[in-house]
């Protein structure tokens, strides 16, 4: 089995070959989602909100991400395993950053991805790469300005903020990345910038015309609360799974049809008879 490499997204963005993401949080479902042949697995910071609850990214720590990067990366053999920086573990200071940066590697992932592309956020990009920490970039919304944005709002809505996003894409190119992420900008928008950048663009909710697609997972299997974003598609609907099989199982409790006789274990003859157990 062949494994995702920085290289692989290149070559994939040149031939044509559309790159496949998702989110994953855990081994098993980096498992399932590897051997079904995805080419990279994002540990988002989108785990603050889907899976400690949390209403946004910004509380998730860099310790957090290191305890969930290691499980996914115990589950994926194949697929490249890409680690979201969280809120604040770049910002404050380049040395900080790299550290940072290093121990998500550390702890088996391939590259970090970071938001934005401020002149700061630029030589974090370039550290890092120089120090053999592949960057992936993240423009158009982006989840830890949420506050600064007001909301969850479509970016690059003109074509100056097009222009805009292009050069800031640029930036992130030249000073090392190898792909970036596009999140929720017009599909005109997110073409212009994959026709215009040599590396590849990854959208979500960017249209058809990014090198590669990615979601979170939990918006795909349907698991995620009652609200499916209109640039995501359900292909399951695990959270109508998972509440049936917890009502049988209580059901099956309370009626003494859990466990049966195939699910337990019984004590040999003679234990019996010490016992005084036999009929
Ligand atoms: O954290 C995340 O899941 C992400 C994706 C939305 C790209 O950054």
């Known amino acids: 089995m062949k494994k995702v490499t920085v290289k692989t997204f290149q070559k994939m963005k040149e031939e044509g070959n559309k790159i496949t993401a998702l989110t994953a949080y855990d081994c098993s479902t980096a498992r399932y989602e590897d051997e079904a042949g995805i080419d990279f697995i994002l540990v988002g910071d989108s785990l603050g909100m889907v899976i400690l609850g949390y209403d946004s990214t910004c509380t998730v720590t860099i310790d957090d991400m290191k305890v969930f990067t290691g499980a996914v990366a115990r589950g994926a053999k194949s697929a490249m395993v890409v680690a979201d920086m969280p809120f604040m573990s770049y910002h404050c200071d ?23 592309a401020t002149d700061y956020i630029i030589s974090v990009v370039k550290r890092c ?36 996003i292009l050069k800031q894409a640029k930036q992130l190119e030249e000073a090392g990345a190898f792909a970036v992420v596009l999140e929720m900008v017009p599909e005109e928008c997110a073409k212009y910038i994959t026709e215009h950048l040599n590396i590849p663009t990854i959208g979500i909710g960017a249209g058809r015309y990014c090198s590669g697609q990615i979601l979170v997972s939990d918006d795909i299997f349907g698991k995620y609360g009652d609200f499916t974003p209109k640039f995501a598609r359900k292909y399951a609907n695990m959270s109508e799974v998972i509440k049936d099989s917890v009502s049988k199982y209580i059901d099956d409790v309370k009626t003494g049809s859990f466990p049966a006789e195939t699910e337990l274990f019984k004590l ?9 157990l036999l009929d």
């Open 129 to 164: 790469t120089e120090s053999g920490i592949p960057v992936m970039g993240h423009l158009g919304f982006t989840p830890q300005f949420l506050n600064t944005l007001g909301g969850y709002k479509v970016q690059g809505k003109s074509s100056d903020d097009t222009l805009k």
């Open 268 to 276: 040999p003859e003679e234990e019996l008879k010490q016992l005084n």
């Open 94 to 116: 380049l040395k900080e950053a790299v550290h940072n940066a290093g121990d998500l590697i550390r702890t088996g992932a391939g590259a970090v991805k970071l938001e934005g």
